[in-house]
């Protein structure tokens, strides 16, 4: 009996790897976004026979399997179902046999949806049958919700037990949240940030900013303590994290961690050629008749003509010229699509820091001042599958953190159910999960004081869905 077990699955491991030989099915990469370029997650992919082919991941990014001519629907809560034909998509394109393309879902019109928060069962967090809750944030001061019904966008405070503490209307622009490393909670638009405020009777907003400034000033701390800031800031087309450390009092800056992703080198040779091509657009617009880019090489950031080797005089380009440049600006935006950014996150649990290395499998811990402690691998992000058999990788790169008791928990998920594993901070591993099996792709999945909160769309209640806020216990 165990050998013909032994048999059947090398046999259906041979045909798997035989598979796109015998069928002359296409290979398929694609990524999804809605109508403002933002990358949706969790976005099903069916073919004809409505069998799911494929996930997208938390870039928007999928691959899968099809036919010439077929047709296949990518399905995403709150979004229209979208059929694409395979080959008669504008924006399809092949190389060396992948086909890539990039795929726009539309929102879906809702009107007097039915909005609920529900413990463990999951119930929900909270009850009103004229809202549809856009986004929430569950914070020591309770939780902040964006909610919206046919003729208001209004930001609540409810209290853990779900009272009703504040209301405000707010503008239909703030639909996000961002917490700081101080603790404070922003509401921010496309183009403006405001800070929220509760003095223990309404809800206020002070300290108002643009975006652009909020962006470089604020959001790059990442930690504060007693004694330092972090800050992060990317290099090489956000395939290396630095980490940095200012001491509050003394300002004494410095380096606390280095990380380098498995792209890196790939990303130096993107940027070299894209840096070039940049630098001959200047020259030769400069000196149409006298630089044939066909006869220029590159090297230190200068053009060399190699009938005769001289140097052209001021062809060096600066960092400031990166988003003056016609052709630089293509490229680096491109760069999202080549080269994912590597997600290493820094969280102060417990008075200790914790860097979670992904790249390098790595979980490394500084104590306040920033001095480090020790370091422990890390490997149970890593999970190996045979790219022919349909299986997921269920790793979703996000890690959620339990500010009230300090538990941090890795999210995976496999076919729209989440698992939520709780990781050992002292050796890097996994030591107990939970199934979120109660509802299938919930989002925006947020933990605190040992309750899980998510927020869940019920096409089937109502037309345009039941956009709800869910709460259960962790067990």
Known sequence: ???????????????????????????????????????????????????????????????????????????????????????????????????????????????????????????????????????????????????????????????????????????????????????????????????????????????????KTFSQVLLPVKVVTDSILITQKYGLLYQEIFYYKVHRRTKEFGLLADLIGSACEAAKFFWIDVRRDAIIDRVMAENPMFVNPDNVRFGNDLLFLEQDNDVLPNASINEKEIYNNTILKHFYNSAYFTFTPIYCPIEFINDTIYIFDFENDKLMRFNEDGTFVSESDMTFHRTTYFKNIKINNPWDNNIIVDKAIGKCYAQFSTDGIVTLKEINLKDGTIHHEIKLSDHYFPTNIQIYNNFVYYIFIDSRKQMGGCRSLYKMELK
Do not use: C
Not at 89 to 98: E, M, P, Q, R, Y
Not at 140 to 152: A, F, P, T
């Open 1 to 211: 009996m165990k050998r013909n077990l032994i048999l059947v699955f090398v046999t259906i491991i041979i045909e798997s790897f035989a598979y796109p030989q015998a069928d002359n099915s296409i290979f398929v990469n694609a990524i999804v976004t809605n109508n403002k370029g933002m990358f949706l997650k969790d976005v099903a992919i069916y073919d004809n026979n409505n069998t799911l082919i494929g996930i997208t991941n938390r870039d928007g990014k999928t691959e899968f399997h099809a036919y010439s001519n077929d047709t296949v629907f990518f399905s995403h809560i709150g979004f229209e179902r979208k059929a694409v034909k395979i080959d008669t998509l504008s924006s399809f394109a092949v190389k060396d046999g992948i086909y890539s393309m990039l795929v726009v879902l539309e929102k879906k019109p809702h009107i007097l949806p039915e909005a609920v928060v529900v413990e463990n069962a999951p119930h929900l967090a909270y009850s009103n049958k004229d809202i549809w809750v856009s986004n929430y944030k569950v914070t020591n001061d309770g939780l902040y919700l964006i909610v919206d019904n046919i003729s208001e966008h209004t930001l609540i405070l409810l209290s853990h037990e779900q009272d009703t503490l504040s209301k405000i209307k707010i503008d239909d622009d703030f639909e996000n949240f961002y917490e700081d490393a101080f603790g404070n909670i922003h509401l921010y638009s496309a183009d403006s940030v405001y800070q929220t405020f509760y003095d223990g009777e309404k809800l206020n907003f002070i300290y108002g900013n643009d975006y």
